[in-house]
């Protein structure tokens, strides 16, 4: 029978079925945080048990360190309770012998972007993390999506979750992009498309040439973000950009070792004539660059394209949502996108912190200043070796010259655990995914863009198309 | 866990779709490595109208009257009814931990996130999924001038409200079954350690690469 890519992961990870009829789905590789592990491990503790397969567990701080005066390390963490939680990471991980990249360690950074820098996030695997954007990792033809506290408890546990299979969900995504499009405006498209509900219970696999024409920094941007339309985990097939990507990073496999692993690899496509449940296409080679104007990742048009009116929903309770994010977000109906004056820029993000988004952003920055309006603009490369490489490139000097702030690793003001926040009322074009109320401080108001409409918005001071500086 | 059998209580009616993680506990209460404390700020940016801040006398602060929580008639509650798409977002289970410290043991909606869905299972709270017209009908209820009182049956899967109504839900019996008995999950799956070891075994030899950094 003909099996979706999904379908082979899944059958391949299968242990059995407990006793309820749930499966147990063994789990090759586990990534860890600071926020969603002390529970865990305190509950391992108490229960006094271990973790199953130490090797399966990977480390690192992310969500609450401060992106500003790293050098002192743990200690420089201002806020005491958020110094305690990455204190208590660093304890656990050397109580119980699991590999972690600390806050001093040049190889920290946001968890969904070491793993795949690292080599650890390799295709045909299931990956999970107390993280909802683990789907970013599903780019490699890896079933990866984000677990609660109590799973990741479960699966330090007995290295398997318990799981009730999705169902199959296939995203064509046709076209060539024009330029000044990216991965994020496909993705921010496809929500607005599906809706954040639109992929619930299933596993999005995306295919299509548009697809396959992105690098895999593209395709990760993309599967990032399908917990957005409700999906758990999103997929993209194995090909030779995956392949290419892998080979020579520290923890992949090498040699002989590699070359079977490739053969198998190789394997990891749907089958022609593989049923999916759902199906529906976009059109790349049309798109403009998104930008979210609401509260939820849905709610975006088109960066020329002017605020929508309530009533132009259908659906009675999009028109309620519509009405009430217009409140939060201080916006009125008919307003062009690029009239909308902004008070800061985030670029970073597990969405869009790696080397090629910041080089999207350079370009469009390069030789241009950031206008005296905004209050802040700053720059999170997702990791330090991202952000190495962006200053081997002299990427840091253009953003530095043109006024934006040049930071250290970390989540940052994607979800403002640190001290990178918006203030009351404060309008912000951010590459991270998530626009919800107080996402990025308490009655901030977040807009969903690519890297290089960030740029573009930072230099006009408002929501501005980056092909105006291309 | 404390099991989940026949359960009595009040219903607060939140009419929004799409109510997201974030909103159910904003992401500065998550910086606790416990897994208590989180109740009093539940829905903490919409039951306040100050910004919320670990450690904040919930006594001294400004409270949204206009926010459903802090009507008078809701006070005490343990149900609480949504719209679709509830528990949207962030994966964090804290959201959980928020909504059953503060008392709720069940939450009905005609669909649920997933991952938020799954984390109920594991705190002994219920999410119970409605058809549209019965939401909307429940909607109708909870809204009155006294709260809504309802009967929630696990086991024999019934919402009945004030005796007479008697509505059937459905829930998948692999889910069913731990809540109904307070089950330890680890401890069931312990109880396939053996299949685990084997499945090892079958694994290593089909993608060896995988265990590569074990001995790290």
Partial sequence: MSKTLYDKIWDAHVVGQRSDGTTILYIDQHLLHEVTSPQA?????????SPWRLGANLATPDHNVPTKNRAAGVDGIEDPIAREQVIA???????????QFDMTDPRQGIVHVIGPEQGATLPGTTIVCGDSHTST?????AL????????????LATQCLVQTKSRNMRVEVQGKLREGVYAKDIVLAIIGELGTAGATGHTIEYTGDAIQSLSMEGRMTVCNMSIEAGARAG???VDDVTLNYIEGRPLAPEGERL????QYWRGLVSDPGANFDLFTELDAGSLKPQVSWGTNPELVVDIDDVVPAPDSFDDPAKEETAFRALEYMGLEPGMPMTELQLDRIFIGSCTNSRIEDLRAAAEVVKGRKVSSVLKSAIVVPGSGPVKAEAEQEGLNQIFLDAGFEWRDPGCSMCLAMNADRLYPEERAASTSNR???GRQGHLGRTHLVSPATAAASAIAGHFADPREFM | MDPFNVYRGTVVPLDRANVDTDQIIPKQFLKSIKRTGFGENLFDAWRFKDEGEIGKNPNEREINREFILNDPRYQGVSILLGRQNFGCGSSREHAVWALSEFGIRCVIAPSFADIFYNNCFKNGLLPIVFKEKIIDYLFDLATGPRALEIEVNLERQRLTIDSADDIPFDINPGRKAPLLLGLDDIGMTFKHADDIRDFEVRHRQAMPWIFDHDEA
């Fill in chain 1, 89 to 99: 990471l660093d304890r656990n991980c050397n109580h119980f012998g699991i590999r």
């Fill in chain 1, 235 to 237: 997929l993209v097939a």
């Fill in chain 1, 41 to 49: 491990f305190e509950g391992l503790r108490l229960a006094g048990r």
């Fill in chain 1, 435 to 437: 626009n919800f109320e």
């Fill in chain 1, 144 to 155: 990866a999506h984000g677990i609660g506290t109590s799973e990741v408890e479960h699966v």
């Fill in chain 1, 259 to 262: 070359e079977m692993a490739e």
């Fill in chain 1, 137 to 141: 990792h599903g780019a490699f033809g």
